[in-house]
């Protein structure tokens, strides 16, 4: 077992990391799996990932929902042995870093954030400026406009399946992306633009290696933009951040918002 201190970078990074943050105005944030792991949600990918043990869904997935919509919202509407990960996912919480990141939205410095979990935690612990751009599990969309709505505040009739969208009259699916389908347009033209103006960049708890999402934190190392990354593991891209915080997020976080509020303190 490892001391609490060993999960923590040296201080000294720590404090570099604030200063580059308590200077932003405009950073954006690319989050990924390893921020719900440390809320108890399992992973996919990696070892005691799900996919690792269960096998990948369907790389056509969504092509077997366009040929029989109807089919699968039947299937969602019937009950399946246990799913481990909408049970982890219904009983998980923000945890620390979630916060940190809130109130670093609240202190203007991150600008937006772009997320690849669809667990809705970022959402749950008050994050305003946020793109999923893996859908939110909580949340249904329409496949011809985009629109998209909290799934509790729909109704869907059982018997009218699949359901249809009142704006325009196209399918409705789980907001979240299958696999073989593109992610809305309107949400990678978001993060892109966010990216654009961003003055740092910040990737949490993501190996930053499955496109299109990974393209973000490139699009700013091309423009200039400094890179910082906080993760527990190395990743393809920590050769090329700025600094690379190694350790859980929900620890690094808190301890930067601290010396962040140092720094303030000493300006006043
Ligand atoms: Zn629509």
């Known amino acids: 077992m490892e001391t609490k201190q060993s999960e923590l970078p040296n201080l000294s990074e720590l404090k570099k990391v604030a200063e580059l943050l308590s200077r932003s105005q405009n950073t954006v944030v690319l ?36 040929d ?3 089919q699968w919202w039947t299937e969602k509407f019937t009950p399946t042995n246990t799913d481990s990960f909408a049970t982890a996912l219904d009983q998980s919480k923000p945890n620390q870093g979630h916060y940190a990141l809130v109130q670093l939205e609240q202190l203007g410095i991150i600008s937006h954030l772009i997320t690849q979990n669809v667990d809705d935690l970022h959402r749950q612990a008050g994050q305003i400026s946020i793109t999923e751009i893996h859908g939110n599990r909580y949340w ?67 190996s930053a290696i499955v496109y299109p999402a990974a393209q973000f934190p490139i699009m700013a190392l091309e423009k200039g933009i400094p890179l910082i990354e906080i993760n527990p593991e190395t990743t393809p891209l920590s050769e090329f951040a700025l600094i690379s915080l190694k350790g859980p997020s929900g620890k690094i976080l808190p301890e930067i918002i601290k010396l962040i509020s140092e720094i303030h303190t000493r300006k006043v």
Request: charged share 20%; proline share 9%; net charge neutral.
């Open 31 to 66: 989050a990924g799996a390893g921020m719900s792991k440390e809320s108890g949600i399992p992973t996919f990918r990696g070892e005691g990932g799900l996919w690792t043990i269960n096998g990948e869904p369907p790389l056509n997935q969504y092509e077997i929902f366009l």
């Open 68 to 70: 029989n919509p109807k």
């Open 140 to 206: 249904i969309r329409c496949i011809t406009c985009n629109s998209r709505w909290p799934k509790k505040s729909i109704t869907i009739q059982q018997d009218l399946l699949p359901p249809i969208c009142e704006l325009c009259n196209g399918i409705l699916k789980s907001d979240t992306v299958m696999f073989g389908e593109p992610i809305p347009p309107n949400l990678l033209e978001t993060c892109h633009s966010a990216t654009q103006k961003a003055d740092l960049f910040l990737t949490i708890g993501t």
